[in-house]
């Protein structure tokens, strides 16, 4: 199911505006991918960054969400293709995986860092021994993944106008 592409309220509570923010920019990564076709989804327009296609950083976003909620914040162990000892950008290599199959897998990591999010404190930090990051809040987390998140739905929506022409915001 898509997410709803709604701004949070003007007035709330910081938790329900953060959450809003980021459930909306994570909603805008799956509008971008609507309609598109597998072959396209895949294909790389931008000369300097082939790997930077729309299935990439649907990809990439999924394990940015499980390194800094699970591994960073948690402490749980450190795995997944951007850190087995892979070639840089290792995550956005998905040559043969359908773009329905990436999308599913990042809303579902979504829904284990809602999860994860809704658990703790804005102030509680992280736990992994082996990341300095883990000396961030859960609020500073939440802030640099709406700034991550927010950042690749523009890329996604440069890659989608070289495409096939579609644009638009929400």
Same mark, same amino acid.
């Given at each position: 199911?898509?997410?709803?592409?709604?701004?949070?309220?003007?007035?709330?509570?910081?938790?329900?505006?953060?959450?809003?923010?980021?459930?909306?920019?994570?909603?805008?990564?799956?509008?971008?991918?609507?309609?598109?076709?597998?072959?396209?989804?895949?294909?790389?327009?931008?000369?300097?960054?082939?790997?930077?296609?729309?299935?990439?950083?649907?990809?990439?976003?999924?394990?940015?969400?499980?390194?800094?909620?699970?591994?960073?914040?948690?402490?749980?162990?450190?795995?997944?293709?951007? /850190? *087995?000892?892979?070639?840089?950008?290792? !995550?956005?290599?998905?040559? $043969?995986?359908? @773009?329905?199959?990436? =999308?599913?897998?990042?809303?579902?990591?979504?829904?284990?860092?809602?999860?994860?999010?809704?658990?703790?404190? /804005? *102030?509680?930090?992280?736990?992994?021994? !082996?990341?300095?990051?883990? $000396?961030?809040? @859960?609020?500073?987390? =939440?802030?640099?993944?709406?700034?991550?998140?927010?950042?690749?739905?523009?890329?996604?929506?440069?890659?989608?106008?070289?495409?096939?022409?579609?644009?638009?915001?929400?």
């Amino acid at each position: 199911m898509t997410p709803s592409r709604i701004r949070p309220p003007y007035v709330a509570d910081e938790r329900t505006q953060l959450m809003g923010w980021y459930d909306m920019q994570r909603a805008i990564v799956h509008y971008k991918c609507e309609g598109l076709s597998d072959a396209d989804a895949h294909r790389s327009v931008l000369p300097a960054s082939p790997l930077m296609t729309m299935a990439g950083v649907v990809s990439h976003l999924r394990w940015t969400e499980k390194m800094w909620f699970e591994v960073i914040f948690l402490g749980r162990p450190a795995t997944g293709p951007q /850190l *087995e000892n892979e070639p840089d950008d290792a !995550d956005m290599m998905v040559d $043969g995986i359908p @773009l329905a199959q990436l =999308l599913e897998e990042y809303e579902q990591q979504c829904a284990v860092s809602n999860e994860i999010i809704a658990a703790h404190s /804005l *102030e509680d930090v992280g736990k992994h021994p !082996d990341f300095r990051a883990a $000396g961030a809040s @859960l609020r500073w987390v =939440l802030i640099h993944m709406v700034e991550e998140t927010a950042r690749h739905a523009g890329h996604m929506d440069a890659i989608r106008e070289l495409l096939d022409g579609e644009k638009g915001y929400y």
